[in-house]
Protein backbone atom coordinates (compact mmCIF):
# COMPACT_ATOMS: atom_id res chain seq x y z
CA UNK A 1 0.00 0.00 0.00
CA UNK A 2 1.69 3.31 -0.86
CA UNK A 3 2.01 6.03 1.57
CA UNK A 4 0.50 8.85 1.72
CA UNK A 5 2.30 12.37 2.56
CA UNK A 6 1.43 15.67 2.26
CA UNK A 7 2.73 18.55 0.53
CA UNK A 8 5.48 19.77 2.83
CA UNK A 9 5.64 23.31 1.53
CA UNK A 10 1.54 23.06 2.19
CA UNK A 11 1.93 21.78 5.58
CA UNK A 12 5.13 24.77 5.98
CA UNK A 13 2.30 27.17 5.23
CA UNK A 14 -0.03 25.91 7.56
CA UNK A 15 2.13 25.88 10.06
CA UNK A 16 3.46 29.36 9.73
CA UNK A 17 -0.30 30.55 9.71
CA UNK A 18 -0.78 28.66 12.63
CA UNK A 19 2.32 30.26 14.87
CA UNK A 20 1.42 33.81 13.46
CA UNK A 21 -2.09 33.81 14.50
CA UNK A 22 -0.79 32.29 17.87
CA UNK A 23 1.37 34.85 18.25
CA UNK A 24 -1.20 37.67 16.83
CA UNK A 25 -4.43 36.75 19.17
CA UNK A 26 -2.76 35.77 22.38
CA UNK A 27 0.99 37.42 22.62
CA UNK A 28 3.37 38.03 24.15
CA UNK A 29 4.46 34.40 24.20
CA UNK A 30 7.76 32.93 24.15
CA UNK A 31 8.90 30.04 21.91
CA UNK A 32 8.58 27.70 23.99
CA UNK A 33 4.96 28.66 24.71
CA UNK A 34 3.91 29.02 20.91
CA UNK A 35 5.71 24.95 20.62
CA UNK A 36 3.40 23.66 24.08
CA UNK A 37 0.33 25.47 22.96
CA UNK A 38 0.41 24.51 19.06
CA UNK A 39 1.89 20.88 19.55
CA UNK A 40 4.73 21.74 17.27
CA UNK A 41 8.34 20.94 18.46
CA UNK A 42 10.28 23.32 19.20
CA UNK A 43 13.13 23.24 15.86
CA UNK A 44 10.40 23.78 13.78
CA UNK A 45 8.64 26.87 15.78
CA UNK A 46 12.20 28.85 16.18
CA UNK A 47 12.11 28.21 12.20
CA UNK A 48 9.26 29.77 11.54
CA UNK A 49 9.92 32.63 13.70
CA UNK A 50 12.87 33.25 12.52
CA UNK A 51 10.88 34.05 9.18
CA UNK A 52 8.48 35.89 10.73
CA UNK A 53 10.87 37.83 12.33
CA UNK A 54 12.34 38.96 9.29
CA UNK A 55 9.19 39.39 7.51
CA UNK A 56 8.47 42.11 10.02
CA UNK A 57 5.26 40.22 11.05
CA UNK A 58 7.05 39.38 14.63
CA UNK A 59 9.31 41.01 16.67
CA UNK A 60 10.78 40.63 19.94
CA UNK A 61 10.04 42.65 23.34
CA UNK A 62 12.12 41.22 25.79
CA UNK A 63 12.57 38.48 28.27
CA UNK A 64 9.40 37.03 30.20
CA UNK A 65 9.76 35.16 33.86
CA UNK A 66 12.16 32.38 34.09
CA UNK A 67 10.16 29.26 35.56
CA UNK A 68 13.49 28.14 36.34
CA UNK A 69 15.67 27.96 33.46
CA UNK A 70 16.57 30.98 31.49
CA UNK A 71 14.31 33.60 30.94
CA UNK A 72 12.42 33.11 28.00
CA UNK A 73 12.18 35.68 25.21
CA UNK A 74 8.89 36.94 24.47
CA UNK A 75 7.27 37.52 21.24
CA UNK A 76 4.52 39.99 19.51
CA UNK A 77 2.39 40.77 16.72
CA UNK A 78 3.84 43.65 14.31
CA UNK A 79 0.34 45.08 14.00
CA UNK A 80 2.51 48.38 12.64
CA UNK A 81 3.94 46.56 9.46
CA UNK A 82 1.58 48.17 7.11
CA UNK A 83 -2.18 49.94 6.87
CA UNK A 84 -5.42 49.55 5.68
CA UNK A 85 -8.22 51.77 4.46
CA UNK A 86 -11.60 51.31 5.34
CA UNK A 87 -14.21 53.38 3.88
CA UNK A 88 -17.90 53.40 4.91
CA UNK A 89 -20.11 55.26 2.22
CA UNK A 90 -23.18 56.09 3.15
CA UNK A 91 -26.01 57.48 1.58
CA UNK A 92 -25.44 61.02 2.71
CA UNK A 93 -21.52 60.88 4.65
CA UNK A 94 -18.44 58.77 4.01
CA UNK A 95 -15.89 57.81 7.02
CA UNK A 96 -12.89 56.49 6.29
CA UNK A 97 -10.50 55.40 8.96
CA UNK A 98 -6.94 54.36 8.66
CA UNK A 99 -5.74 51.65 10.37
CA UNK A 100 -3.14 49.33 11.86
CA UNK A 101 -3.19 45.21 11.28
CA UNK A 102 -4.62 44.67 14.59
CA UNK A 103 -7.86 47.27 13.40
CA UNK A 104 -6.84 50.18 15.39
CA UNK A 105 -7.43 53.14 14.12
CA UNK A 106 -4.68 55.75 13.00
CA UNK A 107 -6.42 58.40 11.59
CA UNK A 108 -9.69 59.04 10.20
CA UNK A 109 -11.62 61.75 8.35
CA UNK A 110 -15.96 62.17 7.72
CA UNK A 111 -17.40 64.39 5.28
CA UNK A 112 -21.42 64.75 4.49
CA UNK A 113 -22.92 65.67 0.85
CA UNK A 114 -26.03 66.30 -0.33
CA UNK A 115 -25.11 65.50 -4.28
CA UNK A 116 -25.68 61.48 -4.57
CA UNK A 117 -24.70 61.31 -8.11
CA UNK A 118 -21.87 59.13 -8.87
CA UNK A 119 -19.31 61.61 -10.26
CA UNK A 120 -19.59 63.20 -7.07
CA UNK A 121 -19.74 60.69 -4.62
CA UNK A 122 -16.77 58.94 -5.88
CA UNK A 123 -14.58 61.90 -6.13
CA UNK A 124 -15.46 62.36 -2.50
CA UNK A 125 -14.29 59.12 -1.75
CA UNK A 126 -11.02 59.17 -3.47
CA UNK A 127 -10.02 62.03 -1.94
CA UNK A 128 -10.91 60.34 1.64
CA UNK A 129 -8.95 57.80 0.59
CA UNK A 130 -5.70 60.00 -0.65
CA UNK A 131 -6.07 62.19 2.87
CA UNK A 132 -5.77 58.83 4.93
CA UNK A 133 -2.97 57.61 2.41
CA UNK A 134 -1.03 60.66 3.07
CA UNK A 135 -1.34 60.42 6.87
CA UNK A 136 -0.05 56.79 6.78
CA UNK A 137 3.25 56.61 8.91
CA UNK A 138 6.31 54.03 6.92
CA UNK A 139 5.99 50.63 6.71
CA UNK A 140 7.48 47.54 5.38
CA UNK A 141 4.32 46.73 3.45
CA UNK A 142 2.90 49.81 3.25
CA UNK A 143 -1.00 50.32 1.90
CA UNK A 144 -2.64 46.97 1.58
CA UNK A 145 -5.50 47.72 0.67
CA UNK A 146 -8.77 49.51 0.45
CA UNK A 147 -12.25 48.18 1.59
CA UNK A 148 -15.17 50.00 0.73
CA UNK A 149 -18.72 49.23 2.36
CA UNK A 150 -21.37 50.28 0.24
CA UNK A 151 -25.58 50.56 1.00
CA UNK A 152 -26.34 48.31 -1.92
CA UNK A 153 -26.43 44.93 -3.42
CA UNK A 154 -22.64 44.33 -4.21
CA UNK A 155 -21.41 40.86 -6.59
CA UNK A 156 -18.32 39.07 -5.70
CA UNK A 157 -16.51 41.06 -8.65
CA UNK A 158 -17.22 43.81 -6.76
CA UNK A 159 -19.63 45.62 -8.65
CA UNK A 160 -22.46 47.27 -7.15
CA UNK A 161 -25.42 46.12 -8.44
CA UNK A 162 -27.91 48.67 -7.22
CA UNK A 163 -27.88 50.46 -4.26
CA UNK A 164 -31.36 52.14 -4.36
CA UNK A 165 -30.93 55.06 -2.22
CA UNK A 166 -28.21 56.63 -4.08
CA UNK A 167 -29.84 55.89 -7.21
CA UNK A 168 -26.81 54.09 -8.40
CA UNK A 169 -26.94 50.50 -10.60
CA UNK A 170 -24.23 48.68 -12.32
CA UNK A 171 -21.03 50.71 -10.98
CA UNK A 172 -17.54 49.00 -11.43
CA UNK A 173 -16.31 50.15 -7.93
CA UNK A 174 -13.39 47.84 -7.27
CA UNK A 175 -12.20 48.77 -10.72
CA UNK A 176 -11.91 52.53 -10.36
CA UNK A 177 -10.88 52.35 -7.21
CA UNK A 178 -7.80 49.66 -8.09
CA UNK A 179 -7.02 51.84 -10.85
CA UNK A 180 -5.92 54.69 -9.19
CA UNK A 181 -4.56 53.31 -6.07
CA UNK A 182 -3.07 49.81 -7.52
CA UNK A 183 -3.78 48.52 -4.52
CA UNK A 184 -6.54 45.17 -3.72
CA UNK A 185 -9.61 46.39 -3.49
CA UNK A 186 -12.52 44.41 -1.42
CA UNK A 187 -16.34 46.23 -1.98
CA UNK A 188 -18.77 44.90 0.11
CA UNK A 189 -22.84 45.17 1.30
CA UNK A 190 -21.95 48.21 4.15
CA UNK A 191 -24.19 45.51 6.71
CA UNK A 192 -22.17 42.94 5.94
CA UNK A 193 -19.57 44.72 7.36
CA UNK A 194 -20.92 46.41 10.32
CA UNK A 195 -21.70 42.63 11.16
CA UNK A 196 -18.13 41.65 10.75
CA UNK A 197 -16.59 44.36 12.44
CA UNK A 198 -18.98 43.86 15.27
CA UNK A 199 -18.06 40.56 15.43
CA UNK A 200 -14.56 41.24 15.46
CA UNK A 201 -13.90 43.69 17.89
CA UNK A 202 -17.10 44.82 19.00
CA UNK A 203 -20.28 43.87 20.96
CA UNK A 204 -20.13 40.12 18.91
CA UNK A 205 -17.34 39.03 20.23
CA UNK A 206 -18.65 35.88 21.71
CA UNK A 207 -21.45 35.01 19.40
CA UNK A 208 -21.46 33.15 17.23
CA UNK A 209 -25.36 33.64 15.48
CA UNK A 210 -25.73 37.10 15.43
CA UNK A 211 -28.02 39.50 13.00
CA UNK A 212 -26.54 42.85 12.24
CA UNK A 213 -29.31 45.25 11.85
CA UNK A 214 -27.63 48.35 10.48
CA UNK A 215 -30.30 50.94 10.99
CA UNK A 216 -29.30 54.21 8.76
CA UNK A 217 -31.12 56.47 6.02
CA UNK A 218 -32.26 52.79 5.04
CA UNK A 219 -31.66 49.47 6.27
CA UNK A 220 -29.16 46.46 5.76
CA UNK A 221 -28.92 43.35 7.58
CA UNK A 222 -25.20 41.04 8.27
CA UNK A 223 -25.75 37.78 9.55
CA UNK A 224 -23.17 36.01 11.29
CA UNK A 225 -23.48 32.20 11.11
CA UNK A 226 -21.94 29.89 12.82
CA UNK A 227 -19.30 32.06 13.35
CA UNK A 228 -19.08 33.04 9.82
CA UNK A 229 -20.36 35.66 7.52
CA UNK A 230 -23.38 34.46 5.96
CA UNK A 231 -23.71 36.32 1.84
CA UNK A 232 -26.12 33.40 0.59
CA UNK A 233 -25.85 32.20 -2.75
CA UNK A 234 -24.94 34.80 -5.04
CA UNK A 235 -23.66 37.04 -2.14
CA UNK A 236 -26.76 39.24 -2.00
CA UNK A 237 -28.20 38.36 1.15
CA UNK A 238 -29.37 40.61 4.35
CA UNK A 239 -31.55 43.18 1.95
CA UNK A 240 -34.26 42.27 4.90
CA UNK A 241 -34.56 46.34 4.78
CA UNK A 242 -36.87 45.89 2.14
CA UNK A 243 -39.16 42.89 3.56
CA UNK A 244 -42.76 44.29 3.49
CA UNK A 245 -44.34 45.08 6.59
CA UNK A 246 -47.17 47.12 5.67
CA UNK A 247 -49.14 46.03 2.16
CA UNK A 248 -50.06 48.75 0.10
CA UNK A 249 -47.85 51.00 1.80
CA UNK A 250 -45.28 53.89 0.98
CA UNK A 251 -43.43 53.40 -2.28
CA UNK A 252 -39.88 52.40 -1.78
CA UNK A 253 -37.04 53.40 -3.96
CA UNK A 254 -36.41 49.65 -4.81
CA UNK A 255 -39.58 49.24 -6.76
CA UNK A 256 -41.88 48.06 -3.79
CA UNK A 257 -43.88 48.95 -1.61
CA UNK A 258 -44.29 49.32 2.46
CA UNK A 259 -40.80 48.57 3.12
CA UNK A 260 -39.31 48.15 6.86
CA UNK A 261 -36.54 51.18 6.16
CA UNK A 262 -39.75 53.05 4.96
CA UNK A 263 -40.97 52.74 8.67
CA UNK A 264 -38.06 52.43 11.03
CA UNK A 265 -34.66 54.29 9.59
CA UNK A 266 -33.19 57.76 10.08
CA UNK A 267 -34.97 58.56 6.92
CA UNK A 268 -38.01 57.84 8.83
CA UNK A 269 -37.67 59.65 11.77
CA UNK A 270 -36.63 63.05 9.87
CA UNK A 271 -39.79 62.28 7.54
CA UNK A 272 -41.81 62.19 10.67
CA UNK A 273 -39.76 65.48 12.67
CA UNK A 274 -41.09 67.16 9.20
CA UNK A 275 -44.72 67.05 10.22
CA UNK A 276 -43.84 68.50 13.55
CA UNK A 277 -45.06 71.94 14.13
CA UNK A 278 -43.34 72.64 17.57
CA UNK A 279 -39.74 71.99 16.08
CA UNK A 280 -37.26 74.97 17.08
CA UNK A 281 -35.90 74.20 14.08
CA UNK A 282 -36.59 74.59 10.22
CA UNK A 283 -36.41 71.56 8.21
CA UNK A 284 -33.33 71.76 6.11
CA UNK A 285 -31.67 71.63 9.69
CA UNK A 286 -33.25 68.64 10.50
CA UNK A 287 -30.60 66.45 11.43
CA UNK A 288 -30.74 62.65 14.00
CA UNK A 289 -27.79 64.98 16.06
CA UNK A 290 -30.44 67.92 16.16
CA UNK A 291 -33.18 65.60 17.14
CA UNK A 292 -31.53 63.63 19.03
CA UNK A 293 -30.46 67.25 21.19
CA UNK A 294 -34.37 68.31 21.68
CA UNK A 295 -34.77 64.81 23.16
CA UNK A 296 -32.74 65.28 25.88
CA UNK A 297 -34.37 68.66 26.49
CA UNK A 298 -36.14 66.84 26.75
CA UNK A 299 -38.82 66.71 24.36
CA UNK A 300 -42.43 65.06 24.26
CA UNK A 301 -43.17 65.26 20.70
CA UNK A 302 -39.72 64.08 19.22
CA UNK A 303 -39.33 61.67 22.14
CA UNK A 304 -42.79 59.40 20.87
CA UNK A 305 -41.14 59.78 17.62
CA UNK A 306 -38.36 57.79 18.20
CA UNK A 307 -40.23 55.56 20.28
CA UNK A 308 -42.66 55.13 17.17
CA UNK A 309 -39.51 54.69 14.95
CA UNK A 310 -38.20 51.97 17.76
CA UNK A 311 -41.54 50.05 17.88
CA UNK A 312 -40.83 49.53 13.95
CA UNK A 313 -37.73 48.46 14.41
CA UNK A 314 -38.93 45.92 16.59
CA UNK A 315 -41.71 44.79 14.24
CA UNK A 316 -39.00 44.13 11.71
CA UNK A 317 -36.36 42.08 14.09
CA UNK A 318 -38.98 40.38 15.82
CA UNK A 319 -39.43 38.89 11.97
CA UNK A 320 -35.70 38.04 11.97
CA UNK A 321 -35.81 36.55 15.69
CA UNK A 322 -38.17 34.23 14.59
CA UNK A 323 -36.79 33.57 11.41
CA UNK A 324 -32.91 32.51 12.42
CA UNK A 325 -33.75 31.69 16.14
CA UNK A 326 -30.30 33.89 16.69
CA UNK A 327 -28.42 34.41 20.08
CA UNK A 328 -27.77 38.10 19.65
CA UNK A 329 -29.18 41.04 17.35
CA UNK A 330 -27.00 44.26 17.28
CA UNK A 331 -28.53 47.33 16.43
CA UNK A 332 -25.65 49.62 14.58
CA UNK A 333 -25.36 52.37 11.89
CA UNK A 334 -26.51 55.69 12.91
CA UNK A 335 -29.27 55.03 14.92
CA UNK A 336 -27.65 52.89 17.26
CA UNK A 337 -26.64 56.66 18.67
CA UNK A 338 -30.62 57.11 19.65
CA UNK A 339 -30.18 53.74 22.39
CA UNK A 340 -31.62 55.57 25.10
CA UNK A 341 -34.81 55.98 23.31
CA UNK A 342 -35.11 53.12 20.77
CA UNK A 343 -33.94 50.39 23.33
CA UNK A 344 -37.50 50.05 25.28
CA UNK A 345 -39.93 49.99 22.28
CA UNK A 346 -37.74 47.44 20.54
CA UNK A 347 -38.13 45.39 23.81
CA UNK A 348 -41.61 45.48 24.29
CA UNK A 349 -42.59 44.70 20.47
CA UNK A 350 -39.96 41.50 20.44
CA UNK A 351 -41.24 40.91 24.54
CA UNK A 352 -45.33 41.45 22.59
CA UNK A 353 -44.72 39.31 19.48
CA UNK A 354 -41.67 37.54 19.27
CA UNK A 355 -42.09 33.31 19.88
CA UNK A 356 -41.32 32.87 23.28
CA UNK A 357 -38.66 29.50 22.86
CA UNK A 358 -36.83 32.40 20.30
CA UNK A 359 -36.63 34.87 22.99
CA UNK A 360 -34.53 32.07 25.63
CA UNK A 361 -30.94 32.88 25.81
CA UNK A 362 -31.38 36.17 23.19
CA UNK A 363 -29.14 39.38 23.52
CA UNK A 364 -31.01 42.76 22.08
CA UNK A 365 -27.60 45.25 22.31
CA UNK A 366 -26.29 47.94 20.37
CA UNK A 367 -23.40 48.61 18.42
CA UNK A 368 -20.38 48.90 20.47
CA UNK A 369 -18.65 50.60 17.53
CA UNK A 370 -21.28 52.92 16.94
CA UNK A 371 -20.58 54.82 14.03
CA UNK A 372 -17.04 52.91 12.82
CA UNK A 373 -18.88 49.02 12.69
CA UNK A 374 -18.87 49.16 8.95
CA UNK A 375 -15.16 50.81 8.20
CA UNK A 376 -13.50 48.76 10.82
CA UNK A 377 -15.65 45.86 9.38
CA UNK A 378 -14.33 46.14 5.28
CA UNK A 379 -10.46 47.43 7.06
CA UNK A 380 -10.62 44.05 8.64
CA UNK A 381 -11.61 41.81 4.94
CA UNK A 382 -8.73 43.62 3.81
CA UNK A 383 -6.12 42.67 6.71
CA UNK A 384 -7.41 39.44 6.29
CA UNK A 385 -7.14 39.02 2.70
CA UNK A 386 -3.75 40.91 2.67
CA UNK A 387 -2.21 38.24 5.53
CA UNK A 388 -3.68 34.80 3.44
CA UNK A 389 -1.65 36.36 0.21
CA UNK A 390 1.83 36.71 2.10
CA UNK A 391 3.88 33.23 1.58
CA UNK A 392 3.78 31.66 4.59
CA UNK A 393 0.26 32.99 6.05
CA UNK A 394 -1.64 31.27 3.63
CA UNK A 395 -4.92 29.63 5.66
CA UNK A 396 -4.42 32.69 7.93
CA UNK A 397 -7.07 33.58 9.60
Known amino acids: MRKITGNQHLIK ?12 KQGPLSRADVAQRSGLNKGTVSSLVKELIDEEFVYEIGQGESSGGRRPVLLLFNEKAGYSIGID ?14 GNIIKEKSITFNDKTYETVISLVKDTIQYLLNEMPDSRYGLIGIGIGVPGIVDKAGNILFAPNLSWKNIPLKNEIENIFHVPVIIDNEANAGAYGEKRLGAGQEFDNIIYVSAGIGIGVGL ?14 GESGHMIIQVDGKPC ?6 CWELYASEQALLQGAKQLHTLPLKQEELTLEKLLELATKPHKEVIQLFNQVGSYLGIGINNLINTFNPQQIIIGNRLSMAKNWLEKPIKQVIEAYTLPFHQTN ?14 LGVSFFVIENFLKREEGAALFL
Open 13 to 24: KINKSLVLDMIK
Open 89 to 102: LGVHYILGVLTDLQ
Open 224 to 237: ILKGELYRGLNGFS
Open 253 to 258: SCGSKG
Open 362 to 375: LRIDFSKLSIYSTA
